[in-house]
């Protein structure tokens, strides 16, 4: 039995007919291609945000148009996102073959799961998945910029950042494997308090530094995880994008922060 995720926030977050999904994210992803500071590597792992499109649509585009170079190596992406409507301890697998979107259909690597089964923080819960926005925004970008991939989605809960790591760890790869951790920065600041502590969240991150709080960054947990790993692996992180809400779509009064970031290997080791 062929069991798919169907996409839940279709037509609220991001256009729900798959020709004007395809048309905006191909706007969005032209309009990131504009040169900027050229990365000094392929990125393996990325922090994109998952708020509707009109409003961090760009900040996200931004990591995915620096994927480019990387298309046809990528062969498998591990995503990683904050549960927002079902509590669940440990990181969910879905339980799924495939999450469909309106773009199609993404074949889930259920051998790479299979392989997390002895880690007592992966549990399986269709019902983490099944409402969940911060994994499904994220597929439309993947499915424009890779030709082709499979996926392993994980709904984070309460977890530790060890734990996190110990699963990013697992399915670390090589060039063939992307890691993306889903997460916005915070929360319902005036635009002026946002981006004083959205520019303290970003200089964490640049400098690895954790843990953050889940009030600097809704998606804490994964990222947690990340920067562990990052550290251990040697990852130098690289700004893409940042904004928040009051710079696209919103008002200034309650916005929420956004941020695009890119961890390339350092060749240069831990010096």
């Known amino acids: ?50 708020a509707g499109y009109v409003y961090s649509g760009a900040t996200a585009a931004s990591a995915y148009a620096a994927l480019k170079a990387a298309a046809h190596t990528i062969q498998r992406v591990v995503l990683l996102g904050p549960v927002h409507r079902v509590a669940v301890r440990g990181l969910a697998a879905p339980g799924v073959d495939a999450f469909a979107t309106p773009l199609g259909e ?49 709904a984070v809960g309460d977890a530790t950042a060890q734990e996190v790591a110990q699963v990013l760890d697992a399915l670390w790869g090589g060039p063939e494997t992307l890691i993306v951790i889903s997460s916005d920065l915070s929360h319902y600041l005036s635009y002026a308090s946002a981006q004083i502590t959205d520019q303290s969240t970003v200089d964490h991150i640049l ?7 889940h009030t600097q960054a809704c998606g804490a947990t994964p990222l947690n995880g990340l920067l562990l790993a990052a550290r251990t692996h040697h990852l130098q992180p690289h700004v893409l994008a940042q904004c928040n809400s009051g710079d696209t779509a919103g008002d200034r009064q309650r916005v929420v922060g956004y941020c695009a970031v890119a961890f390339v290997e350092n060749h240069h080791g831990a010096h």
């Open 1 to 50: 039995m062929h069991l798919v995720r169907k996409p839940a926030v279709a037509g609220t977050f991001y256009p729900g007919p798959g020709p004007a999904l395809a048309a905006e994210v191909a706007r969005l992803l032209a309009d990131a291609s504009a040169p900027g500071p050229a990365l000094p590597g392929i990125p393996k792992a990325l922090i994109v945000p998952h």
């Open 106 to 154: 993404i074949a889930v690597d259920t051998v790479a799961i299979a392989a997390l089964a002895h880690l007592p923080q992966v549990v399986i819960s269709p019902q983490a998945h099944a409402l969940e926005h911060s994994l499904e925004v994220q597929l439309p970008f993947l499915q424009a910029v890779l030709p082709r991939f499979t996926l392993v989605p994980l």
């Open 207 to 213: 400098h690895l530094n954790g843990p953050l709080t």
